[in-house]
């Protein structure tokens, strides 16, 4: 993944066994976040995350949360337990993370509208840094 390239192309199910790419999203700013259940900074972080959403979403933001190696169980109770908003997806083979070359979690890519790698965020990323990155997408 190469940050001013497009963004490579994602696969994969939602927690309602939808199937989901990234070229759905086309034309709308995306933020892809990869995480698990038992990373820290992935848990102190998605509330940011969605509250960035809910502010942003009807300009046109969404973010897709990539859970990777947990069970649909467990992404199903995280996502209810803190009211998540936005659509969270299964990677339970670590396939899309491949191609974002995430090696660990949390790591968070931000796309324009029209497809292109704009910012990467790799480990933990506070609240403002986020923001910033977020704003700067419109």
Request: hydrophobic share 40%; glycine share 6%.
């Amino acid at each position: 993944m190469k940050i001013g390239a497009p963004a490579p192309e994602i696969s994969t199910l939602d927690l309602q066994d939808k199937k989901v790419k990234l070229a759905d999203y086309r034309g709308k700013s995306i933020v892809i976040r990869f995480w698990s259940s038992t990373c820290k900074a992935c848990i102190d972080e998605m509330p940011a995350l969605d509250t960035l959403y809910r502010k942003y979403k009807e300009k046109g933001l969404t973010v897709l949360a990539v859970n990777i190696g947990d069970s649909r169980e467990t992404s199903e109770r995280f996502v209810r337990e803190r009211n998540i908003a936005f659509p969270v997806l299964l990677d339970p083979v670590a396939i899309p993370a491949g191609k974002y070359g995430v090696r660990a979690v949390p790591a968070t890519f931000l796309i324009d509208r029209e497809g292109i790698a704009k910012k990467a965020f790799l480990g933990e990323t506070s609240k403002e840094a986020f923001e910033k990155a977020v704003s700067d997408l419109f």
